[in-house]
């Protein structure tokens, strides 16, 4: 223990905090820059993606919109609307619709789909059965069933029900699309899902771009397609009919692309898909992690309107960064959003090897800190020395002495040294000031400036207090315990007066004399004297309970304007107050008889309204030309 008292103890541990705390900042610093770049790469991946999927939504937009709702304009299918021969208009809206898909899936991808139109023929010149034969084309879509690059197409009479879905022909092989969300899809009674209690004509007051899950009753395999809602109405009366769907697949090429250039990278691959009613659609995310994922995206969007937004997901025992941003903010339809999720255990390990290399250089550097402070703890033994003997003397009482200053940093610690021995030497003086006065109050004014008690007028209360019969009750007492009588006497009613703010001004014999309001005025002096009196009448009769000797006191008071000052010689100075009010209150505490304390009528009316007092006759005192009409304070 002793090692840790020493300067060199002292030294290294208040340099192996900043040693510590040196490295882990850089290593808190790093670990944010390296996360920061962890970050941008991966929103940069993921601004790159959505931008394709935003570039490819616009294109295929501006290309469907108008064609779309000149169909919706065709008089046949107007008529069979009205007449609600729904049928009649989805075979008016097909083939041209199937004609329409395989083109915009051939500019979009390449080449055509691998799915025949449902009567096995070429509409509008297009793909022969047999193309299944072909070698499959690089560009071509990556799907998992044929039934994944035909259109989805759907009528919705005017409440928004689906009035026909697409269904498999006889003789056809064009598989049969439901909405996921959607158990059955009965012609006559099924609703949109996510229509509600909202009306359909209302929402849909212009064409709408949505998003939809599909799966085949084959495979069961789910995909998402990007469906135009067109509205249908009668161009006479402006009436709505209701509204045909047009969904074609969006693409997870991006998204897979994405996948296999991050597999190979010491980052960690980094999954994408498509979340929309609910559920999550993707290729490379795991089937077991998508419904976790797709709770809490659901969960995020529920307390956040943002369109774009990232956030932290538990996933298989690792938490995983996800960012999702909203594909359709402004549509009426279901929520739609681009997701992207990556692992952060790549990132955390990285981390943990950056904390051991960290701690092994913090460990390095604290060595040759250590040596440092050895060899350079060495030069500065002498001056310590040197201080610590000056210490010394000083504790001994020699203020004279002083150590060397030298140019460096221990020199001020040499200088701040000698400024205070010479400030104990300066105290040391002042102990004379202090030794001529008898109360600290006065000694600090005197300390603080001298002259400030060289003599004023102030408005004063004082107090006497005598001990009735002292002379004849200590006539044959030991001198030592006259004194001890004295000093418990005098200890008990100076603790009394300081307590109530009063200044001990003289003992004389037996007598003690109290000020109140000089040398410092307080609030309502003549109050704080009388309630000091009654004090030292209650601690009296206390101390007479069990002192060997009990002793009875007078006390009087008087109030009015005195000289006060310091008063005697150089070698001897006190301060006191001279006046008429002082020899009143001296005279007042001699007719005081035993127990009772006796004011003037000037403390009597000071304290009127709080403390009760009892007139006395009027009274001719020594000393005084006029008579004076003293009270008697009334003791609780």
């Not at 409440?159 to 022909?169: D, E, I, L, V, Y």
């Not at 290729?283 to 998508?290: F, L, S």
């Not at 030298?406 to 040391?428: I, K």
């Not at 009027?618 to 003791?635: A, D, Y």
Request: aromatic share 6%; glycine share 8%.
């Amino acid at each position: 223990m002793k090692f840790f008292s020493t300067f060199r103890a002292k030294l290294i541990l208040s340099l192996f905090p900043i040693v510590a705390g040196a490295v882990i900042g850089a290593l808190l610093l790093f670990e944010w820059k390296f996360s920061a770049t962890y970050q941008h790469l991966f929103e940069e991946q993921f601004e790159n993606q959505i931008s394709a999927v935003t570039q490819a939504k616009n294109k295929r937009f501006d290309a469907l919109s108008s064609v779309l709702e000149r169909m919706a304009q065709k008089p046949e299918v107007i008529t069979a609307m009205k007449a609600g021969d729904f049928p009649k208009a989805v075979m008016e809206l097909r083939p041209a619709l199937e004609t329409l898909a395989q083109e915009r899936l051939q500019s979009e991808f390449g080449t055509g789909p691998r799915a025949t139109t449902p009567f096995g023929s070429r509409p509008g010149g297009g793909l022969r059965r047999d193309e299944k034969d072909r070698p499959r084309d690089l560009k071509r879509p990556q799907t998992s069933g044929g039934g994944q690059t035909v259109p989805f197409i759907a009528l919705l009479d005017s409440k928004g029900k689906f009035a026909t879905n697409q269904r498999p022909r006889p003789g056809g092989n064009l598989p049969a699309f439901t909405p996921a969300s959607a158990e059955t899809l009965n012609p006559k009674s099924s609703k949109m899902p996510w229509l509600g209690d909202r009306q359909f004509a209302e929402i849909l007051t212009e064409q709408q771009v949505g998003y939809l899950v599909v799966e085949t009753d084959e495979h069961r395999n789910e995909q998402v397609r990007e469906v135009f809602v067109t509205p249908l109405r009668d161009p006479a009366t402006k009436a709505f009919l209701g509204a045909f769907v047009f969904g074609l697949p969006v693409t997870g090429i991006a998204e897979r692309t994405l996948f296999e250039q991050t597999k190979r990278s010491e980052f960690g691959e980094i999954m994408g898909g498509i979340f929309v009613e609910g559920r999550l659609v993707s290729t490379t995310i795991p089937d077991d992690q998508k419904s976790v994922i797709a709770e809490a995206i659901t969960q995020s969007m529920a307390k956040s309107d943002k369109d774009k937004r990232e956030i932290i997901v538990p996933v298989g025992g690792e938490k995983h960064r996800l960012i999702y941003r909203v594909l359709n903010p402004e549509s009426p339809f279901p929520q739609a959003a681009q997701v992207n999720v990556f692992s952060l255990a790549p990132l955390r390990a990285e981390i943990a090897d950056l904390r051991r290399s960290a701690v092994i250089l913090g460990i390095f550097a604290l060595s040759v800190a250590l040596l440092l402070i050895s060899i350079t703890s060495r030069s500065l033994s002498g001056p310590v020395s040197q201080l610590v003997k000056a210490t010394q003397e000083i504790e001994h009482g020699n203020f004279d002495v002083r150590v060397p200053v030298t140019p460096d940093e221990l020199g001020r610690v040499s200088q701040s040294f000698n400024d205070m021995a010479a400030g104990l030497a300066l105290q040391d003086k002042y102990r004379s000031v202090l030794n001529a006065v008898a109360d600290r109050t006065i000694a600090e004014r005197l300390i603080e400036n001298r002259e400030a008690l060289s003599g004023e007028l102030r408005d004063v209360t004082i107090l006497f207090c005598d001990i009735r019969g002292f002379t004849a009750l200590t006539e044959h007492m030991p001198p030592h315990e006259v004194i001890e009588l004295l000093n418990e006497h005098m200890t008990a009613l100076t603790e009394v007066a300081y307590a109530h703010g009063g200044i001990v001004d003289k003992f004389v014999g037996d007598l003690i004399m109290v000020l109140f309001g000089a040398p410092i005025s307080g609030a309502n002096d003549a109050m704080r004297a009388v309630e000091c009196a009654r004090a030292m009448m209650a601690r009296r009769r206390a101390l007479n309970t069990t002192s060997r000797h009990p002793l009875e006191i007078g006390i009087g008071l008087a109030s009015g304007n005195v000289v006060a000052g310091c008063m005697g010689s150089d070698q001897r100075l006190s301060y006191t107050v001279i006046g008429h009010r002082v020899n009143l209150a001296s005279r007042l505490c001699s007719i005081a008889q035993a127990g009772e304390i006796i004011s003037d009528e000037e403390t009597a009316a000071a304290i009127r309204d709080s403390i009760s007092s009892q007139p006395l006759p009027p009274m001719q005192l020594k000393g005084f030309s006029r008579p004076v009409e003293p009270h008697r304070i009334i003791q609780a």
